[in-house]
């Protein structure tokens, strides 16, 4: 069957750094998507992987492996608006995309 | 990298109106596109696959009489959504399939926010 799997919920410090893990099995792999969503709001696109790799965007970066079926996200200089939810999804081969629970995270001062 | 981009990012409407959303790859061409919708709290569901030049081809449940996507270019794609209702409030997302020789990469537009009155 198809699965993704990333943590249900994480701490950070504002100011440090903290890697959101997601692992996936799906049928076919068209790309990892990760997308940030604040409570009450539709989600945020922030980055898709389709090579392995890192590709980082300012703050935020994402690192993909196919082999491993293994993706993170990566957030630098945490600051208090980056307390959201944290969903990861994988596009399977008929160009669906197969989400995770999402990753609730939560930044203390 | 390939860029597609989307337009508008968000838009409110009036129940009974239209709305167009444009979708364009900015650095390359595109025979292919696809328009994908997400309800809150839940996946994002394609919706159809835009081919450039031919009609589009619907996934099962969406009404391409309301849902008009027209690819008139190798590097624009409109979705129009006609007689919008407030049930079709949702965030739309687009991308553009590039192919360079054997490799075919997806590019993913930043999405539309649309909220219908």
């Known amino acids: 069957g198809q699965n993704i799997d990333q943590p249900t919920e994480m701490t950070a410090t504002e100011g440090a750094i903290v890697q959101i893990n997601c692992t996936y099995q799906t049928s076919g792999f068209n790309g990892l998507f990760w997308y940030q969503q604040h409570a009450g709001e539709a989600p945020t696109f922030l980055s898709y992987?389709?090579l392995d790799g890192l590709e980082e965007k300012g703050r935020f970066s994402s690192f993909l492996s196919r082999s491993k079926g293994y993706s993170y996200l990566l957030l630098k200089e945490l600051q208090m608006k980056d307390s959201a939810s944290y969903l990861c999804?994988?596009?399977?081969?008929?160009?669906?995309?197969?989400w995770g629970a999402g990753t609730k995270l939560i930044i203390k001062p | 990298g390939a860029v597609v981009s989307q337009h508008p990012s968000r838009v409110i409407c009036k129940s009974g109106t239209s709305v167009k959303i444009e979708c364009r790859s900015l650095?390359?061409?595109?025979?292919?596109m696809f328009w994908y919708r997400q309800f809150p709290k839940q996946s994002l569901m394609l919706m159809a696959t835009s081919n450039e030049g031919s009609k589009a081809t619907y996934e099962q449940g969406v009404e391409k009489d309301k849902f008009l996507i027209n690819h008139a270019s190798l590097t624009l794609s409109t979705l129009t959504v006609t007689s919008a209702h407030p049930e079709d409030s949702s965030f739309y997302i687009c991308?553009?399939?590039?192919?360079?020789?054997?490799?075919?990469?997806?590019?993913f537009g930043p999405g539309t926010r649309l909220l219908v009155l």
């Open positions: 991308s553009a399939r590039k192919i360079a020789g054997e490799a075919e990469t997806q590019y």
């Open positions: 650095d390359f061409q595109a025979t292919t």
């Open positions: 999804a994988a596009m399977d081969s008929n160009y669906q995309l197969i």
């Open positions: 992987n389709v």
